[in-house]
């Protein structure tokens, strides 16, 4: 069975190690924050200007002053700071941020990745995704192996238009867990059920196998 | 010396067309809604604006798109607006984009007399065509320069009438940097007090970089994405 959205989420959490500070981009991402391990403690980053970003508010404790990089009415928790924009990327762009955790359209085996614009659709601007997968150290990319159309999104070469290039190291998908090596995307863990051919068929890029391969515990 | 202007009438004097303007706030969250209202009463046009984003359909820059008084926007995201997105496909605006953090470092810089640095963000993609690359401890970066302002708007939860800044949560985003970056800065706050009243050891913005200062009213803090806690 390919895992959903919250299993993915479920699996990238994995990643995260204590007192970790941790970028979460728009989508599946957002969900890791759900799925921290009881037993570790990190402190989530927003690109607008937080660190330390709590749950969702309620009716009575929401305030239009405190949003996430989504826009979206958030909260802080205790040792939380706020900062301009300028101190926020110098954070990033300084490798102050241990993990970025961002979707995509797709990932080349070079770990080039297509996360922005599609031509012939709205144009909505990069944010701050340029900024993160150019700087951070530690780059996961939480996606669908394929795309609606079945194509894979694990390419030789990227098709649309770069957000960053040689800078994705981890991927986590549907169907699998990836490295992306010099030699090609080297997989690391199956989803329960799925075969290595299931992923060599979904894979466009050079995948490379070695040994048994795991299936994911979540 | 005291800054303070009466309202936002007074404080956008000596605004003219083709100027370059800086807006501050990230979505709707911390800008500067009385001098973008009144700024949308006037016929000033041609203007080009910095501004992370530019507000939704009917509030923020959005007001000023509608009167047609932008000619180039300078931002990072500019999703949901559809006259953007009408104005930007017929050609009538034209949009720069450009990656956040290199935003917020161009503006910085601008405000710090720094007139062009390296980044890594954007190398290898469209944002780098044209600008000179070099290469520092193996990694790619690209030259990028400084904003400045005619006007430089920005917004704050409290403020001095020496021009001392306070910004709340979130809000401060791209205000404190845009503060530096305008030949003249107009502060709007929700709370102006007289100097000395707000402790000088938790100012952001101090006041050499606000030359006008007034505050503001009828603030709406609109919600872009209302979320709550289930």
């Known amino acids: 069975m ?20 941790v970028n979460l981009g728009i989508g599946i991402p957002t969900l890791v924050a759900n799925y921290v391990p009881e037993e570790i403690k990190v402190i989530l980053q927003s ?99 394929s795309n609606k159309e079945g194509q894979s999104k694990l390419l030789k070469k990227c098709t649309l238009p770069l957000t960053g290039v040689k800078c994705v190291k981890r991927i986590v998908t549907d169907l699998a867990v990836l490295d992306v090596t010099d030699k090609g995307f080297k997989l690391l863990e199956r989803a329960p059920g799925v075969t290595v051919e299931q992923i060599k068929a979904a894979t466009e890029g050079t995948l490379i196998v070695e040994g048994d391969i795991p299936e994911i515990v979540l | 010396m005291n800054k303070t202007v009466k309202n936002a009438t007074e404080a956008i004097q000596g605004m003219k067309n083709g100027m370059t303007m800086m807006f501050g706030g990230f979505g709707l969250c911390g800008i500067p809604e009385n001098i973008i209202l009144e700024l949308s009463k006037t016929d000033i046009k041609d203007l080009t604006i910095i501004s992370n984003n530019c507000g939704v359909d009917d509030f923020g820059l959005g007001l000023m798109l509608q009167r047609k008084q932008i000619r180039k926007m300078i931002s990072s995201y500019v999703g949901e607006n559809a006259e953007f997105e009408r104005q930007m496909l017929s050609g009538e605006l034209e949009v720069e984009l450009v990656p956040q953090g290199t935003l917020a470092e161009r503006i910085r810089a601008g405000g710090a007399g720094i007139p062009a640095f390296y980044v890594p963000a954007g190398y290898g993609t469209e944002v780098g065509i044209g600008k000179e690359s070099r290469e520092f401890n193996g990694k790619m970066h690209l030259l990028e320069h400084a904003f400045k302002a005619d006007f430089a708007v920005v917004k704050a939860w409290k403020g001095d009438t020496a021009g001392n800044l306070i910004f709340k949560y979130t809000a401060n985003n791209f205000n404190n940097m845009m503060a530096m970056a305008g030949k003249i800065t107009i502060a709007e706050v929700e709370e102006l007090v007289p100097a000395g009243e707000l402790d000088p050891n938790f100012i952001h913005t101090p006041g050499i970089f606000v030359q006008r200062i007034f505050q503001g009213v009828d603030y709406i803090k609109r919600i872009e994405q209302l979320t709550l806690s289930k």
């Not at chain 1, 939380?80 to 955790?101: C, Y």
């Open chain 1, 47 to 145: 690109e607008n200007g937080m660190l330390g970003m709590g749950q969702f508010p309620t009716k009575e404790t929401v305030d239009a002053d405190l949003i996430n990089a989504g826009k979206q009415t958030i909260t802080y928790l205790p040792g939380a700071s706020f900062f301009d924009s300028a101190t926020s990327f110098a954070m990033i762009r300084g490798g102050h941020v241990d993990i970025t955790i961002l979707g995509a359209f797709e990932v080349s085996e070079q770990g080039d990745i297509a996360s922005w614009k599609v031509p012939g659709r709205l144009i909505k601007g990069m944010g701050g995704a340029m900024d993160l997968v150019a700087s951070a150290e530690h780059i996961v990319v939480a996606m669908q192996h």
């Open chain 1, 2 to 21: 390919a895992l959903d959205k919250n299993q993915i989420a479920k699996r990238i959490a994995q990643e995260l190690q204590d007192g970790y500070y």
